[in-house]
């Protein structure tokens, strides 16, 4: 069941983002890292990335030159700088974002039962039990 789910997911997350052109990159995942937990260095977001301090900085360095991603000084800090999504970053995170929840719900909306949309709901409810189990 363990290996049926992570593939059924695994797809899932892979066609949707196909369908909807919001394919994923290490700049898509470090703007959604940012937009979910906040400003962060360097050291943090490669280290939350699981990838090398010297990876990171290079795509930093890219959502920076693209008006993406904003330093500031990092108070704690000196050497270092505090990254977080500027205006743009923000927008695309919520655009990508919306575009791929807009797609799921014609899915849901054109495919599921009514009963089908219960157990669905269902699942979402185990599924965040799981992520959070395994956060712990």
Known sequence: ???ELRQAIGTFVRVIREETA?????????LGLLAREGAMNVA??????????????VV????????????????ADRRSWQLSL???G????LRDRG????RIGTLIGTT???????????????????SAAAVD
């Open 1 to 3: 069941m363990a290996e």
């Open 22 to 30: 919001t394919e994923r990159s290490a700049q898509s995942e470090t």
């Open 44 to 57: 943090a977001l490669a280290q939350r990335r699981r990838v090398t301090h010297q990876t990171m900085r």
């Open 60 to 75: 930093v360095a890219q959502l920076v030159a693209d008006g993406l991603v904003e330093r500031s000084a990092d108070s």
């Open 86 to 88: 500027s205006r743009a």
């Open 90 to 93: 923000r927008a695309q995170v």
């Open 99 to 102: 575009t791929r929840a807009a």
């Open 112 to 130: 599921l039962s009514m009963a089908e949309r219960k157990q669905l709901r269902t699942a979402i409810g185990l599924l965040e039990r799981l």
